[in-house]
């Protein structure tokens, strides 16, 4: 049955037009200005839009649930909560098979699963689960507390302090806020982080995860609730499984610039798991923000600066690039690509699997795209909207707010 369903569609890299500008299915997926308007996803059957006011207004204190009594006040067919291995774990259903595993204490979804072209169900996500001990013992042999599990990958939000990558903005003290289901339309559980009542500093985070026939959307909303403004970087990540990164290519980031630290570096900053996501780029992203005005053209057509921090060694240098017109975009193993000012929409397809990711950008200044692994231990591509190059600042009372929309190639 699959090798029938396979021979129905040629690999899409084969006949897609490579052009700036990508088209999306609004018809399907519809998402208003999350500056001045609720964030909205919209079906094209019903067009019923569904709306859920992100301003975090007016939103009393929620107490973390345990999953049984999440269950009572939120679960339904569609949405059930359960415990796994002591985490409490999300899973919001559609009738057409589509469904997402939510990891709550982390705001991370761990598995999309969704109706491809071909009709049949595939997992979209790669996701990592693994087991550490605590201060090197381990703790199930001595007969004490379990060891410590960590999940990367999938899809998750990461917030950090601009000024201090180790004051993290987005800690494991999410709660359920509320819920919205339509069995045949859309799940949407909306998660909620604060801590209006620790010393340094206050604010109200939310992230509303929504799942429809067509697509996966993450929106975030920071609200300020100190008196001194906060400066911070955010990103939401996508862990894209493929099957082979010399089968996978990007359309859309022709014509954009971009920085790719060296592979001295790169392995440099990714060899400390303790790190964040903004840590690990901290080393190249400080000199990227100083002034280009020293750019150059080289003879081939390609923008390139090499910048040397003074006293640092060659590990710390920095190259500046600019796609080329016109081309698709390989994402071959070890890649590694910031970009400064990115289209709202680009596409990551794989031959290999023969599917394609569609991402859509609401809020986010750049982008960062990797391939860090081998082809060997399970691959796949990281697709992070983010303001790591452009910090924003918010007064108090202020908001900023921002979104990743996936839609996989499901016609």
Not at 352 to 370: I, W
């Amino acid at each position: 049955m699959e090798a029938m369903a396979s021979s129905l569609k040629p690999p899409a890299c084969s006949f897609v037009k490579v052009t700036r500008r990508l088209e999306s299915r609004q018809s399907k997926l519809y998402a208003k200005s999350l500056w001045h308007q609720p964030f909205g996803l919209q079906s094209r059957p019903s067009r019923i839009c569904l709306q859920v006011d992100c301003s975090a207004r007016g939103l009393e204190e929620v107490k973390p649930l345990q999953a049984p009594k999440l269950q009572d006040k939120f679960g339904s067919e569609n949405l059930q909560f359960s415990d796994v291995a002591g985490r409490t774990v999300a899973e919001l259903k559609l009738a057409s098979g589509t469904s997402v595993r939510l990891l709550l204490a982390e705001a991370r979804i761990t598995s999309y699963s969704c109706r491809l072209w071909h009709g049949s169900c595939e997992e979209m996500l790669y996701t990592d689960v693994s087991e550490s001990s605590v201060n090197g013992i381990d703790r199930s042999v001595h007969g004490a507390t379990p060891q410590q599990f960590f999940v990367t990958g999938g899809m998750a939000p990461s917030l950090a302090h601009s000024l201090d990558p180790h004051i993290s903005l987005c800690n494991n003290n999410w709660s359920v806020q509320s819920v919205a289901v339509d069995p045949k339309e859309h799940v949407q559980v909306t998660l909620r982080c604060a801590n209006e009542n620790r010393d340094d500093y206050h604010f109200k985070l939310h992230n509303i995860f929504t799942l429809t026939n067509q697509g996966l959307a993450s929106a975030l909303t920071l609200t300020n609730k100190d008196r001194r403004p906060l400066r911070f970087t955010d990103s939401v990540s996508t862990a894209f499984a493929i099957r082979s990164s010399q089968a996978v290519c990007c359309v859309g980031l022709d014509g954009c610039e971009y920085f790719s630290p060296s592979e001295a570096a790169l392995k440099a900053a990714q060899g400390n798991q303790n790190w964040s996501f903004f840590e690990k780029l901290k080393r190249f992203v400080v000199p990227f923000q100083q002034d280009k005005s020293k750019q150059s053209e080289t003879p081939n057509g390609i923008s390139e600066v090499q910048k040397h921090s003074e006293g640092n060694s060659n590990e710390d240098q920095m190259h500046w690039f600019t796609e080329k017109l016109g081309e698709i975009i390989s994402v071959t193993n070890g890649v590694h690509k910031v970009y400064s000012n990115p289209p709202n929409k680009m596409r990551i397809t794989d031959e290999g699997l023969r599917r394609s990711l569609l991402f859509e950008n609401r809020g986010f200044e750049n982008l960062v795209v990797s391939s860090p692994v081998t082809d060997g231990d399970k691959p796949f591509i990281s697709v992070a909207y983010s303001t790591v190059l452009s910090p924003i600042t918010l007064d108090k009372g202020e908001s900023w707010r921002g979104a990743q929309i996936l839609l996989p190639d499901v016609n």
